[in-house]
């Protein structure tokens, strides 16, 4: 009898996409969903170690981690190194609100000269240089389902999407790379 | 695709990340258990569903997840201007509001049916 349990990942090794834009799963990785006011902005910042970005649709990154603007009082924090994220909320006395979604989502990378092409194919947003830059990054939608998209390069996107969600997420921008290879 | 201006995000976005969310500038009773059955339908119940002019709660629910305040023409779908929720009903130039007269009532359309 099994004595323990496996942790299989939900997209598993698979890898999709075309000579233009590869897909492929992101490594895991350990998230926050972080809500907080104004005033625990500075605070929150020192201890994460990033400047929470205030204005729409940027980002910050160090070493690894990231904190994505989703709202006026909302971020996403990803940590890609595995860092306790949580952790370091705790030892925040400011009022903020962290939750744990590490395993709630899955990160899917699109890169390469199509990446941007293979995203819009499913896509309403505008996803120009001027519109979109290296290190924009916005809730939006895929198709049928709610993603999070972070331009981590000119031609390399990460996609966030909820773990059920993620085969069809994956799928799309799979079938997304093909098409814009035509 | 129709875009709409997100006064949070500070940019036009498709449709497909907003969410329409019934008229806006409804003032809650400030003692609910105080107010006549008839006030309460009024408030919770009745709309007036204007031809032309209205104003509406939107939420950008698959981005910002913020609710805000649009005034849309009912005919035309067009999107006059986005305000912060908070923010007074604005007046806009050149449109008037719509009136009894714009308004397509059960007694105007089908009160003579037989």
Known sequence: MADQALRKPPLGRSHGGSAGARVTPAAPATRLSLRAGADAIGTLSLAFGLELPQRPKTSASVGGRHALWLGPDEWLLIDETGADLMGIAAGVSALHSATDVSHRNVGITVSGPDAGAAIASACPLDLNNGAFPVGAAARTVLGKIEIVLLRTGEEDYRVECWRSFSPYAFGLLSEGAEDAGL | ?114
């Open chain 2, 1 to 114: 695709m129709l875009l709409i201006y997100c006064p949070y995000c500070e940019e036009e976005r498709s449709e497909l990340e907003f969410r329409h969310g019934g008229d806006a500038h409804i003032a809650r009773p400030t003692n609910i258990a105080d107010v006549t059955d008839e006030a309460f339908e009024e408030y919770f119940f009745l709309r007036d569903n204007p031809k032309g002019l209205i104003f509406e709660r939107w939420r950008h629910i698959h981005g910002c997840g913020r609710f805000f305040n649009a005034a849309r023409d009912t005919v035309s779908d067009k999107f006059y201007l986005t305000y912060k929720a908070g923010e007074p009903k604005p007046v806009i130039p050149g449109v008037s509001p719509a009136t009894e007269k714009t308004v397509e009532t059960y007694e105007a359309t089908e009160g003579t049916a037989k």
